[in-house]
């Protein structure tokens, strides 16, 4: 597990000091007095639609209903968002953030926006920057284009074009990058109907997020088998 220090700087700011991963940087992370301010539909009140044996909300619950397939899934976003890459953490946590918007699942937007947000210096102002408008958002070039193509696999994997994929290589994407943004977009996609096709909650409370977007040791971390 990667060695990290929290130090609370003042009530909406967290500096967090992650060995190898963001070298100390500090964000202006709203949690929890506002959440994003991004549309992302109404809440669900109806409760799941299968009778869960846990009281954790969204995902985390059906990873506790069903931790056959909690390990697979958690395997495919350790390697994605925190394997080794040339993206950082934070960018990949924003590609998650993006496609969660677009897909209007409240649970993994405000759990991977508080994630992406508090390792960008720009805080959650980048994240609502990216959702309200990709085209003036204070993203690189290189990172403007990535998420341009996970907003095409949002759509459908047939709407990423040859132009989308050419625009990111001439900003500086390489193979693998554009590889693994249209497989977060799409494995996103994924998780996102699950969270939601089973009516899972989205709790209000921000703080819930981001007491999570201050854990560090991955989609692993955590075990989700039932006692034997």
């Not at 000091?17 to 070298?23: D, F, K, N």
């Not at 909300?57 to 350790?78: H, V």
């Not at 204070?138 to 907003?151: D, E, Q, T």
């Amino acid at each position: 597990m990667t060695n990290a220090t929290l130090t609370r700087d003042r009530v909406d700011a967290v500096t967090l000091e992650v060995a190898g991963e963001t070298g100390g940087a500090t964000c202006g992370l709203d949690w929890p007095l506002r959440p994003p301010a991004v549309d992302v539909g109404e809440e669900r009140t109806c409760g799941p639609h299968i009778a869960l044996d846990s009281g954790e909300p969204g995902i985390r619950g059906l990873f506790r209903f069903r931790p056959e397939t909690a390990q697979p899934l958690n395997a495919l976003s350790e390697v994605l968002l925190c394997g080794k890459s040339t993206m950082s953490r934070g960018e990949r946590e924003l590609i998650a953030a993006y496609v969660s918007a677009l897909n209007e699942c409240r649970f993994c937007f405000f759990t991977h926006a508080a994630f992406a947000a508090v390792r960008a210096p720009e805080g959650m102002g980048l994240v609502e920057q990216v959702c309200a408008d990709l085209d003036a958002a204070p993203v690189s070039g290189k990172m403007r284009a990535l998420l341009r193509i996970a907003g095409a696999v949002q759509q459908g994997g047939k709407r990423v074009t040859a132009e989308q994929v050419a625009a990111a290589r001439t900003a500086g994407a390489t193979e693998v990058e554009i590889h693994d943004t249209v497989l977060i977009a799409a494995a996103f996609c994924m998780y996102n109907r699950y969270v939601d096709g089973l009516a899972t909650l989205a709790p209000a409370d921000p703080s819930v997020y981001a007491d999570r977007a201050k854990m560090t040791g991955g989609y692993l971390a955590t075990d989700y088998r039932r006692p034997a």
